[in-house]
């Protein structure tokens, strides 16, 4: 219930406010031109409100982005009920450890078996892009973070090991972009060439997404020991920006595609090219404008509600497990 009060007060109530915002906006929208709105069916709306717009569906067209929010928000459900389930089950035959682990990969393999299994009974014919976001087949994308940070509590002596971090880090950049060559639009030209386009479209619904979440968690041992800038860096005021754009990286998420693009951007006409440069100029400002401003009145001081009603999370040092480790 910690666990679930911190991180909801991190991701709801600036979700419900930029949907309430988009309601409303199509609402007066409609009024205002005398033409019916174009909001989705009471029922589709409700979805919305509970996640389950793509729980088994592709999302609709009202909001769309929030796919992969649907799918955070249930994995910050099933993850702690499994870990509760099976802790309460099976606490007397095995080790906190091992069910941790357990938890983990009962959600990778599983959700990796469902996807196999659903891809054999759907036609190819249909594509595979609605298996990116939906909820039942993409229950897996955050357990591969966990899995991460699995290995940094359990084994704090290999994670902070410089020369495994490095061949990690090379490892996972090598099979990050070889990943992404075989699945960009010039190696499809040469699949539909080849006459193996149906084998690709195969690979895209089932072992892509294992293999991209493998390839990002080979990278999380360095970037977690990557947190000191250059001074040059500093000087330049990059680290600063990074740092504001982690912060307000959220609001951004939330406002950058249905409030910004779809309801302000597009509605400009593109009459040249200088034209169509500037609405990219337009776009950002608006968005890094607007992000900053949410974070700032209202993400940040609600997220800070929460040290009202819940616990800190526990930490530990990972030095301190290294120390732990040498003297057992």
Same mark, same amino acid.
């Given at each position: 219930?910690?666990?679930?009060?911190?991180?909801?007060?991190?991701?709801?109530? !600036? %979700? %419900?406010?930029?949907?309430?915002?988009?309601?409303?906006?199509?609402?007066?929208?409609?009024?205002?031109?005398?033409?019916?709105?174009?909001?989705?069916?009471? *029922?589709?709306?409700?979805?919305?409100?509970?996640?389950?717009?793509?729980?088994?569906?592709? $999302?609709?067209?009202?909001?769309?982005?929030? /796919?992969? @929010?649907?799918?955070?928000?249930?994995?910050?459900?099933?993850?702690?009920?499994? @870990? /509760?389930?099976?802790?309460?089950?099976?606490?007397?035959?095995?080790?906190?450890?091992?069910? $941790?682990?357990?938890?983990?990969?009962?959600?990778?393999?599983?959700?990796?078996?469902?996807?196999?299994?659903?891809?054999?009974?759907?036609?190819?014919?249909?594509?595979?892009?609605?298996?990116? *976001?939906?909820?039942?087949?993409?229950?897996?994308?955050?357990?591969?973070? #966990?899995?991460?940070?699995?290995?940094?509590?359990?084994?704090?002596?290999? /994670?902070? !090991?410089?020369?495994?971090?490095?061949?990690?880090?090379?490892?996972?950049?090598?099979?990050?972009?070889?990943?992404?060559?075989?699945?960009?639009?010039?190696?499809?030209?040469?699949?539909?060439?080849?006459?193996?386009?149906?084998?690709?479209?195969?690979?895209?619904?089932? &072992?892509?997404?294992?293999?991209?979440?493998?390839?990002? +968690?080979?990278?999380?041992? &360095?970037?977690?020991?990557?947190?000191?800038?250059?001074?040059?860096?500093?000087?330049?005021?990059?680290?600063? &920006? #990074?740092?504001?754009?982690?912060?307000?990286?959220?609001?951004?998420?939330?406002?950058?595609?249905?409030? $910004?693009?779809? !309801?302000?951007?597009?509605?400009?006409?593109?009459?040249?090219?200088? #034209?169509? /440069?500037?609405?990219?100029?337009?776009?950002?400002?608006?968005?890094?404008?607007?992000?900053?401003?949410?974070?700032?009145?209202?993400?940040?001081?609600?997220?800070?509600?929460?040290?009202?009603?819940? +616990?800190?999370?526990?930490?530990?040092?990972?030095?301190?497990?290294? !120390?732990?480790?040498?003297?057992?």
């Amino acid at each position: 219930m910690n666990f679930w009060t911190r991180r909801w007060f991190r991701t709801l109530p !600036n %979700y %419900y406010l930029v949907l309430g915002g988009l309601i409303l906006v199509t609402l007066l929208r409609a009024w205002r031109s005398g033409l019916p709105d174009t909001l989705p069916d009471g *029922g589709t709306l409700a979805r919305y409100f509970i996640f389950i717009q793509n729980f088994a569906q592709p $999302v609709p067209n009202f909001f769309p982005e929030t /796919w992969s @929010l649907a799918i955070e928000e249930w994995s910050y459900i099933t993850l702690p009920l499994l @870990l /509760w389930v099976l802790h309460s089950t099976l606490s007397n035959r095995l080790s906190r450890q091992r069910i $941790v682990l357990l938890t983990i990969l009962t959600v990778i393999i599983g959700t990796n078996l469902y996807r196999f299994i659903i891809a054999l009974q759907i036609p190819i014919s249909a594509g595979e892009v609605e298996f990116r *976001g939906m909820v039942t087949t993409r229950l897996d994308a955050i357990s591969y973070g #966990v899995l991460g940070a699995y290995c940094r509590h359990y084994f704090p002596t290999y /994670w902070t !090991n410089d020369g495994l971090r490095r061949r990690l880090l090379v490892v996972g950049l090598i099979l990050t972009m070889l990943t992404a060559l075989s699945s960009s639009v010039v190696a499809l030209y040469f699949y539909h060439k080849l006459g193996i386009q149906p084998a690709y479209t195969f690979y895209k619904r089932t &072992f892509y997404f294992l293999i991209t979440g493998v390839n990002m +968690a080979l990278l999380l041992p &360095f970037m977690d020991g990557w947190r000191t800038p250059s001074r040059q860096w500093t000087q330049l005021g990059i680290t600063r &920006f #990074v740092t504001h754009i982690s912060l307000i990286s959220y609001s951004m998420y939330l406002l950058n595609l249905t409030p $910004v693009m779809l !309801n302000v951007i597009e509605r400009i006409p593109t009459t040249s090219a200088t #034209v169509g /440069w500037l609405k990219v100029g337009f776009f950002w400002g608006v968005v890094l404008v607007l992000s900053t401003l949410l974070y700032k009145f209202f993400e940040k001081p609600v997220t800070e509600l929460r040290e009202r009603l819940s +616990a800190k999370e526990p930490t530990q040092l990972i030095s301190e497990r290294v !120390n732990e480790r040498m003297s057992e």
